[in-house]
């Protein structure tokens, strides 16, 4: 049976138009004492203008009920089924830095964290330490040697890490030491298949050297480690949609995903001015643009309520230069929702807006989860934006006689 990626390659077809996905991570929220949401909280005129014009939905990044992960989450996006396209987060960690992993390298993506007299994580960000300090601990623990297998560690930015372990014979089949949660130790790591269980060993050995080493550096005083990957071999995405590709995203991980996918990332700072000048600068270069905003995110994590509808506000205020260059195609959305009152991800659907010159307008005039479950778009799968972008684009072939 075709699948949507291939049904994609054969009707895909070149043409002038571009599209700009504009990810505002985390967007999705959930009310506070006032009965709003961060995005019914925030000033958003610019959006509710393009609400306006365009049409409006919720997206589900993965299916019903699932609360997603960063990259299951931008997966979903850019036209992958989650659910099929699986990759861990130590990939994308290492990727999105630069450094080139090696066949058979095993990833994990790692932060720093405080453990108390008990043992017990107490902070699992180790009160988002400096990068620079970040850098130092790294330094400590970089270049082991267990077993024949060495052990690379490099800071990727404040409390962020990611860890690399290259030898023979690894299998990436392992459970994570962080168990995503405070109150408890860190796991144990072990194998979910016996081929890895030298593998789990081996970490497991490490996670002690680690332990013995930070042991005087409190806040930073262990390490929690998840998302055990070796690189994956997806279909690329030029080559699927037909589009020449990039990637504007100053956070590691997100940059790492777009390589993974085949997409050219470019260089945009670390602010939101500076990607947005990226943009511009390099807009006659591609046909497609992804651009990811990372506060919200980061503030829904934090429980920051007032912070997160600042992050969105700031977005707001950047919509005029995207609309400047006139793409054929605008959309905005999240990977998933991050509300405050939970200060993590949720299953919540995240609003959606589809700005392009051949739209039937649904009457929404304020970009808001509220609005949006009454908007022309519906409450879709986020696999099926890539569709509506490649068709409002004019980018599509007619399906069949």
């Known amino acids: ?91 994308l960690e290492a990727l999105g830095t630069g450094f080139e992993m090696l066949p058979g390298d095993i990833a994990a993506r790692g932060n720093f964290c405080t453990l108390d ?18 850098a130092e601990l790294c330094r400590l623990l970089n270049g082991i040697t267990i077993n024949g297998v060495q052990v690379i560690v490099k800071s990727v930015k404040d409390h962020r890490l990611f860890v690399i372990f290259r030898g023979a014979q690894l299998d990436e089949r392992v459970t994570d030491s962080d168990p995503q949660r405070t109150g408890v130790a860190p796991n144990n790591v072990s194998a979910r298949d016996h081929s890895a269980v030298k593998t789990a060993e081996l970490i497991n050995k490490f996670l ?51 390589k993974v996918i085949g997409m050219d990332v470019l260089d945009c700072g670390t602010t939101l001015q500076e990607e947005i000048a990226t943009l511009e600068q390099n807009y006659q270069n591609y046909d497609f643009f992804f651009l990811h905003a990372k506060g919200a ?3 829904g994590e934090d429980g920051d309520f007032a912070r997160k509808v600042r992050c969105i506000e700031e977005v707001d205020t950047f919509l005029p230069r995207i609309s400047e260059l006139c793409p054929e195609v605008l959309i905005i959305t999240g990977d998933h929702s991050t509300p405050a009152t939970l200060s993590a991800h949720s299953w919540h ?8 010159q051949h ?43």
Not at 117 to 134: L, N, T
Not at 237 to 254: D, H, K, N, Q, W
């Open 349 to 356: 659907p995240v609003p959606c807006i589809l700005s392009a």
């Open 1 to 91: 049976m075709q699948t949507n990626l291939e049904l994609m390659k054969e009707l895909s077809i070149k043409s002038p138009s571009k599209i700009v996905m504009l990810v505002i991570d985390g967007l999705g929220g959930l009310p506070d004492k006032s009965g709003k949401t961060e995005l019914e909280s925030a000033a958003t005129p610019n959006m509710d203008r393009l609400a306006e014009k365009g049409m409006c939905g919720l997206v589900q990044t993965v299916a019903a009920g699932i609360t997603p992960g960063s990259a299951p989450g931008h997966l979903g996006l850019f036209g992958y089924n989650p659910l099929e396209y699986i990759i861990g987060r130590g990939v």
């Open 117 to 134: 007299a008990k043992g017990y994580i107490c902070d699992r960000r180790a009160g988002r330490i400096a990068s620079e300090k970040g």
């Open 208 to 258: 002690s050297i680690a332990r013995e080493t930070l042991s005087p550096h409190s806040p930073a005083n262990m390490i929690l480690l998840r998302g055990f990957s070796c690189l994956p071999n997806f279909p690329l995405f030029p080559e699927v949609f037909g589009l020449r590709s990039a990637a504007i995203a100053a956070y590691p991980m997100y940059r790492g995903l777009a």
């Open 359 to 401: 739209i039937r307008p649904d009457g929404i005039t304020k970009f808001s989860e509220a609005s949006c479950r009454y908007g022309g778009m519906g409450h879709i799968n986020s696999t099926a934006l890539m569709w509506l972008a490649m068709a409002h684009g004019l980018k599509l072939n007619k399906f069949g006689a």
């Open 297 to 299: 995110d980061a503030a």
